[in-house]
Structures are given as structure tokens and as C-alpha cells.
């Protein structure tokens, strides 16, 4: 607890055209990893362009760390079937965080993060200083698989007694 710095709130919003792993559907589900943490949605059934619309909650000791998303489905009687994965990093997100943003405008853009071979993302993400709050919109391309996108929304909270940015 000394050591951390904060909380990373990502909400899962939806996945755009998924990969059919069952005869005519999937029934995905999205598992977010970070170190020793794992973090997992409710499985939406028969469904390639699911709405998640969940709030998975990270403890963030090191922003270095980069976080791996995988999208299964969820199988009854054998092993649940790989729909990809993706990754990414919170470095430009935390960053933007400790420049003490107050008294910016509302809906201001901070910083874009452009896709590259580096980073799993779909689209120029922007970082946004909304209502007194950083957040970080980004569309995920799948690797791993032949299509698939998933859509996120990074926050940031800060608790009490953390180490702070």
C-alpha cells in the first residue's frame, strides 16, 4: 500500500466486430491483466458487438507496467476460445495526470497518443480534462485474430494516503 500510487478506473465499454469462435456467434468476455492482478467481465452471450459497459478497477504501483487485455469465449464444455488480445501503456495517460491540470477549460485536449507498431491502438487516442478529471478514450485493434476492436475509457482516482503523482 506504501508504494502505490493510485487507482486506474477502465471502464470497458464495448467490442466492435469480434471474431466468431462458436458456429454462428461468440459469447465474449474481457479479461484485463497487470502484473499479479486480473480483472474480468461478464460474459455477453451470441453477441460480435457486445456492450459491456463495466468498471474494472487496477491498483497502480508503477505506471511502467503495461496492461494486457485478452477477449475470450466463453465455452461450456471445453477451454474458453482465444478472440485476441491487446496492450497498453499508461505512461502519456500518467504523465498528463501530473501536470496539475486545474482551471483548464472544460472538454480540453491534453495530449493524443497516434497508433504505431508500438501500441495496440486503433485510432489517435486523446487524453481529456473533463469536469475537474483526466480520462483517456482509446479503440484497441485485437491482435491475434483476423478482426476485432475493443473500446475503453481510462480514469484516474486518487485515494488517500497513497504515495501520490
Not at 491502438?121 to 485493434?141: C, P, T, Y
Request: aromatic residues 6%; glycine residues 6%.
Amino acid at each position: 500500500m506504501e508504494n502505490l500510487l493510485g487507482l486506474l478506473k477502465i471502464h470497458v465499454q464495448r467490442g466492435v466486430n469480434l471474431a466468431i469462435r462458436d458456429v454462428k456467434s461468440s459469447d465474449p468476455y474481457v479479461v484485463i491483466k497487470m502484473g499479479k492482478q486480473k480483472l474480468k467481465t461478464r460474459v455477453v452471450k451470441k453477441n460480435l458487438n457486445p456492450e459491456w459497459d463495466e468498471d474494472l478497477t487496477l491498483s497502480i504501483s508503477d505506471p511502467r507496467t503495461p496492461i494486457h487485455l485478452h477477449v475470450y469465449d466463453k465455452d461450456t464444455f471445453s477451454l474458453d476460445d482465444k478472440m485476441g488480445d491487446a496492450e497498453f501503456d499508461i505512461g502519456p495517460f500518467v504523465e498528463a495526470i501530473r501536470m496539475r491540470l486545474e482551471g483548464l477549460p472544460n472538454e480540453t485536449i491534453v495530449t493524443k497518443v497516434v497508433p504505431s507498431r508500438q501500441n495496440c491502438l486503433a485510432e489517435a487516442s486523446h487524453i481529456i480534462w473533463k469536469d475537474g478529471k483526466v480520462f483517456q478514450n482509446m479503440v484497441l485493434r485485437l491482435r491475434n485474430v483476423e478482426c476485432g476492436e475493443v473500446e475503453l475509457q481510462l480514469h484516474w482516482v486518487d485515494i488517500p494516503g497513497s504515495k501520490g503523482m
